[in-house]
């Protein structure tokens, strides 16, 4: 009895000198806890390791307040890719001010946006750290917002090799508003408007706000990484055709740029109740990373 007890007095100490790091219950991935610095500022967020992963992702917010994007990071590490998400600054463990409607500021201030790309790329610095092996193809994953912060972020950051956009703008921030004052969240929008009725509303209708647009196309024009865009062809939220547009303009000019276009989903592309365009991400990132790393061993 005394052996016991000694001995599971010695397990115990043991087990919480050890960094917090926990195993997945399906043992496909373990989860590390981390925290890192961001323009003055620490940001908390979670790990997850497969066992050989193939490629690492760090998982950009959409605008809600919202934190580590956990069941989204387990489905990513469950398909072999390392995935470091963390809670949005001002939202959950994180320091920093949350920006947004839900507290009455502007979330798409140029500011703004550009700080999330700080927030973005201090956390593929840090990932890279944790990294066992360091040619691993790292991108960024994202959603909605994402659209804007991602290729601020890919063009003052060499280390990221792919990016994947779920129902992400490739138009200016206020076109982006002017489209969604004329849709007004109503879902059946689509049912009583047409594509040319939403383009001359994205395209002429008067600002309700009056500040600098972020142009996305700005930072799209300097990068040279591949890209996936994700869209739903009912989305009431971006004028996906409009986006689609200025990617084939882009396709054009001999960018790696890609999309699918799905005809029955809305603006959530990630649902679990159609996995088709998560799929499809896999898939492409497998592909794309394998590319770049033969490309690491050519040269």
Not at 88 to 106: D, L
Not at 229 to 245: M, N, R, S, T, Y
Request: hydrophobic letters at 40%; glycine letters at 6%.
């Amino acid at each position: 009895m005394k052996i016991n007890f000694l001995s599971n007095l010695y397990l115990w100490l043991i087990l919480i000198t050890l960094p917090v790091t926990v195993f997945s219950q399906s043992t496909d991935f373990i989860i590390q806890e981390v925290k890192f610095e961001s323009q003055g500022i620490t940001l908390a967020g979670s790990i997850l390791t497969p066992k050989n992963p193939f490629a690492a992702a760090v998982i950009v917010h959409g605008s809600d307040p919202v934190k580590r994007e956990m069941a989204f990071a387990k489905r990513l590490a469950k398909e072999g890719i390392a995935v470091l998400t963390y809670d949005k600054r001002g939202v959950g463990a994180s320091g920093g001010v949350y920006v947004g409607p839900s507290v009455g500021t502007n979330n798409v201030d140029p500011t703004n946006l550009n700080l999330l790309a700080q927030d973005a790329n201090a956390a593929v610095n840090t990932f890279r750290t944790y990294l066992k092996d360091k040619k691993t193809p790292i991108g960024l994953v994202g959603f909605s917002q994402a659209g804007w912060i991602i290729p601020i972020a890919a063009s003052k950051n060499p280390q990221i090799e792919f990016m994947v956009l779920f129902s992400c703008p490739t138009i200016t921030t206020l076109e982006q508003l002017r489209f969604q004052f004329y849709t007004n969240g109503d879902s059946d929008f689509w049912e009583h408007h047409t594509e040319a009725d939403a383009l001359e509303h994205t395209k002429n209708d008067p600002d309700r706000y009056q500040f600098v647009a972020t142009d996305p196309k700005v930072s799209l024009n300097t990068l040279s990484i591949p890209g996936l865009w994700l869209f739903g062809e009912q989305d009431i939220q971006i004028p996906v055709k409009l986006c689609i547009a200025q990617l084939n303009a882009f396709k054009v000019k001999g960018k790696p740029f890609e999309y699918t276009l799905f005809s029955t989903l809305g603006h959530n592309t990630v649902s679990d109740s159609d996995t088709a365009p998560f799929d499809i991400s896999i898939q492409w990132i497998k592909q794309h990373t394998l590319n770049i790393k033969k490309s690491k061993v050519l040269k």
